[in-house]
């Protein structure tokens, strides 16, 4: 069965702690994606990949940066927490313009 | 600027009742895909439309892309309390990029 694994279900970190979230597929898909969900404004964009080492910014990047050094891997990370980055993370991947695959979403709290 | 808004946001209703949900925009989608959530986990790819017009069915579920490709319904019957669920319509606006819409959390009463 197709999977995207996210390390953490949950997370709690403290305002100005650089925090990591790790999402892996493995389906060999080109795209990767970092999403946000928070109540009544469904998912956000934040970051892409088409490729590995490639990169695009999403609809709201500002705090928030990325690395793919392996193609299954897409790391989303925040360079200096606040409390407003506490929000629902998703990791997707997709082949191509097909459907995407979501992992199971980590629920980061930052206090 | 919210590019794909569903209604409605939320829907109660009774086991064995029918249903529409609604997601539309003023922006024309190369795609349209239908993904439900359940508590705790991530959205699950339900349909995806392409051509204007398009319908596609999922056992009780109905879904329809506009001729204008601009917005979509899905329609269930005789709803189940299995059916539960946030429901999201995305966009495709090109490059494979996806605009989801605020989704509608949906809740059916056995």
């Known amino acids: 069965d197709v999977k995207v694994t996210q390390s953490s279900r949950y997370l709690v970190k403290r305002t100005g702690e650089k925090v990591f979230l790790e999402c892996v597929q493995d389906?060999?898909?080109?795209?990767m994606f970092w999403y946000r969900q928070d109540p009544g404004l469904g998912l956000r964009l934040i970051y892409f990949s088409y490729d590995v080492k490639m990169k695009e910014k999403g609809d709201i990047p500002e705090g928030y940066s990325v690395s793919r050094e392996k193609k299954e891997r897409f790391s989303l990370i925040l360079e200096s927490a606040s409390t407003n980055q506490t929000s629902m993370y998703l990791c997707?991947?997709?082949?191509?313009?097909?459907?995407?695959?979501f992992g199971s979403g980590t629920r980061l709290t930052v206090v | 600027t919210q590019l794909l808004e569903q209604s409605p946001q939320f829907l109660s209703i009774q086991e064995g009742e029918n249903l529409t949900v609604y997601c539309n925009s003023s922006?024309?989608?190369?795609?349209l895909q239908w993904y439900r959530q359940e508590p705790g986990e991530g959205p699950v790819l339900l349909v995806t439309v392409v051509t204007g017009g398009e319908v596609k069915k999922l056992k009780r579920l109905t879904f329809q892309f506009g001729d204008a490709r601009k917005d979509s319904s899905l329609h269930i019957t005789a709803a189940q309390p299995g059916d539960t669920g946030l429901y999201l319509c995305?966009?495709?606006?090109?490059?494979?990029?996806?605009?989801f819409g605020q989704g509608t959390r949906l809740t059916i009463n056995p």
């Open positions: 997707a991947s997709s082949l191509k313009e097909y459907g995407y695959t």
């Open positions: 922006s024309v989608f190369s795609s």
């Open positions: 389906m060999d898909h080109e795209n």
């Open positions: 995305a966009g495709a606006r090109g490059a494979q990029k996806l605009v």
